[in-house]
């Protein structure tokens, strides 16, 4: 089965600061990956997908994140935090024996700080 | 554009109640989720459904049963319901995706859900 790590449960930036969110996956086959944004008392939203069409993909409000097999690594980056991207990311791998179904990390808390 | 509705959005039962949540989505998606969220655990799998009428378990579905007996709606139900259940449930659903295009499942805004 595939998975997925988020390192840190917590990260705070200043705001105007690079945000990076890590995330590693496990799978036996080329991942498709997500990145979501929750808000508080909201549901998941997509922010990016890899799909394996480009290492480096760019998502809404200036997030993007680049696909590193070597490192199996998927990290989210925004280069200037801004106070509306406080919320929690979720990086999720596709199970793709499930149903398409998604096997999320824990989650990151992400706190900007003026 | 209504995408994913769940309802209701909030819930207080008590120890062995029954219950059913109910998910209704308006895009004709053949496959439906339900995922439950606990703190510091992420969302995680309880049953899903790869179209009207079939249904399979997840990763966590001792507990609940669902039914998909139409396209656009997807029930999960609690027969008695218990403590280790309170938790805020997700509804999502997706395209299925032959053509390797990485549909994107779609989210409802959850249901929160307190068993006392």
């Known amino acids: 089965a595939q998975s997925v790590t988020q390192l840190g449960s917590h990260v705070s930036v200043s705001e105007g600061a690079l945000v990076l969110l890590r995330c590693n996956y496990s799978?036996?086959?080329?991942?498709?990956l997500f990145w979501y944004v929750q808000y508080p008392n909201q549901g998941l939203q997509l922010l990016l997908k890899?799909?394996?069409?480009?290492?480096l993909v760019k998502g809404i409000n200036g997030f993007e994140a680049e696909f590193k097999k070597s490192e199996t690594s998927f990290h989210l980056t925004k280069p200037s935090a801004h106070m509306s991207d406080a919320a929690e990311y979720f990086c999720?791998?596709?199970?793709?024996?499930?149903?398409?179904?998604?096997?999320f990390g824990k989650g990151t808390s992400l706190l900007v700080t003026p | 554009n209504a995408g994913v509705t769940q309802t209701p959005k909030f819930r207080v039962l008590k120890t062995g109640q029954s219950m059913t949540l109910l998910c209704a989505q308006d895009?004709?998606?053949?496959?439906m989720y339900w995922y439950r969220q606990d703190p510091g655990m992420g969302l995680r799998l309880i049953h899903y459904?790869?179209?009207?009428?079939?249904?399979a378990k997840g990763e966590v579905p001792d507990g609940y049963n669902v039914s998909r007996l139409k396209k656009q709606n997807f029930l999960l139900g609690l027969e008695s319901a218990a403590p280790s259940q309170t938790s805020v449930y997700f509804c999502?659903?997706?395209?299925?995706?032959?053509?390797?295009?990485?549909?994107?499942?779609?989210f409802g805004d959850g249901t929160r859900l307190s068993i006392l």
């Open positions: 999502a659903s997706s395209l299925p995706d032959s053509r390797g295009l990485g549909q994107p499942q779609h």
């Open positions: 799978s036996s086959v080329p991942p498709y």
């Open positions: 890899y799909t394996s069409a480009a290492t």
């Open positions: 999720a791998v596709r199970e793709e024996n499930s149903g398409y179904a998604l096997n």
């Open positions: 895009m004709n998606h053949e496959y």
């Open positions: 459904s790869v179209g009207e009428g079939t249904t």
